[in-house]
Nanobody, 123 residues
């Protein structure tokens, strides 16, 4: 079992930055694919970014060049650095962990989910 706890969300203005953190329980964090998803009101949960065990990274096109995913295995933590935020980035952001991630952008690939953290970007 893996428990995930997100933090770092908040209310910011457009063009500001935020860094989200996701702390994971367990001793096998380094063996998991880690992902970030987001869900805006009235919309489906969508893929944002993922990082593999070997630290290969994947991003959805709207966030490329603005968001950076990273992990610190010694701290059992994955991060999402978000720069140049836009109002359309407003959503609840969820951290997820997958023991096997054949398609890291697919929700179905992930076994564990956090409760989410709200990010609101005002114009």
């Amino acid at each position: 079992q893996v428990q995930l706890v997100e933090s770092g969300g908040g209310l910011v203005q457009a063009r500001d930055s935020l860094r989200l953190s996701c702390a994971a329980s367990g001793r096998t964090f380094s063996s998991y694919y880690m992902g970030w998803f987001r869900q805006a009101p009235g919309k489906e949960r969508e893929f944002v970014a993922a990082i593999s065990r070997s630290e290969s990274v994947y991003y959805t096109d709207p966030v490329k060049g603005r968001f950076t995913i990273s992990r610190d295995n010694a701290k059992n933590t994955v991060y999402l650095q978000m720069n140049s935020l836009k109002p359309e980035d407003t959503a609840v952001y969820y951290c997820a962990a997958a023991s096997i991630a054949i398609l890291p952008s697919r929700r179905e690939s992930y076994d564990y989910w956090g409760q989410g953290t709200q990010v609101t970007v005002s114009s």
